[in-house]
């Protein structure tokens, strides 16, 4: 199966704030790979597909790079509503496995 | 509108069976592969099972693999996890969702989940 890590586990920042995300996986999956976002209490929400496709509807303050092994979610200017926990998943073979996640929280 | 709806959930005892439904409406529900995730108290999200549109192809975590059945029936727009075997560790959030298109890619759309809670 493929395992995937992400970095941090948890970070503080404050709204404006410019904030990336990592996420790694241990083998090559080349461009499968998703980024979603979960507010506490809500369902969870698909932000990036294919590493940087931005999904519809989604602010244009997101945004994805990567393949390969590496990957990174970026932040351009923190909102309010950003904070919440972000989770990276491969799409390249089953299991779909998913990040430990990333807790983004205010500062 | 996409909308995802889970039924099923709730308390059952280790060892026992129990099996979740979803019903899908706003989309042509056949043309589009179905996902099972779950998420424990205080843990992250797992994926569980995945099936593509026709059913010939389907997946499993290797936690629930042998014994969890997914399943889906088209004519009636509505997917299906068969549990079987329940552990305590399988008390989560249930969520149905939705592939981007018929073979399993991912998931872009989410139902609000239902919980299945495993204990005696």
């Known amino acids: 199966d493929i395992q995937m890590t992400q970095s941090p586990s948890s970070l503080s920042a404050s709204v404006g704030d410019r904030v990336t995300i990592t996420c790694r996986a241990s083998?090559?999956?080349?461009?499968?790979l998703n980024w979603y976002q979960q507010r506490t209490g809500k369902a969870p929400k698909l932000l990036i597909y294919a590493a940087s496709s931005l999904q519809s509807g989604v602010p244009s303050r997101f945004s994805g790079s990567g393949s390969g092994t590496d990957f990174t979610l970026t932040i351009s200017s923190l909102q309010p509503e950003d904070f919440a926990t972000y989770y990276c998943?491969?799409?390249?073979?089953?299991?779909?496995?998913f990040g430990p996640g990333t807790k983004v929280d205010i500062k | 509108e996409v909308q995802l709806v889970e039924s099923g959930g709730g308390l059952v005892q280790p060892g026992r069976s129990l099996r979740l439904s979803c019903a899908g409406s706003g989309f042509t529900f056949d043309d589009y592969a179905m996902h099972w995730v779950r998420r424990a108290p205080g843990k992250g999200l797992e994926w569980v099972s995945g099936?593509?549109?026709?059913?010939?192809?389907?997946g499993y975590a290797d936690s629930v693999k042998g014994r969890f059945t997914i399943s889906r029936d088209n004519a009636k727009n509505s997917l299906y996890l068969q549990m079987n075997s329940l552990r305590t560790e399988d008390t989560a959030f249930y969520y149905c969702a939705k592939d981007r298109v018929g073979i399993l890619t991912g998931i872009d759309n989410w139902g609000q989940g239902t919980l299945v809670t495993v204990s005696s």
């Open positions: 083998q090559s999956i080349s461009s499968y």
């Open positions: 099936i593509s549109w026709n059913s010939n192809n389907k």
């Open positions: 998943q491969q799409s390249y073979s089953t299991p779909f496995t």
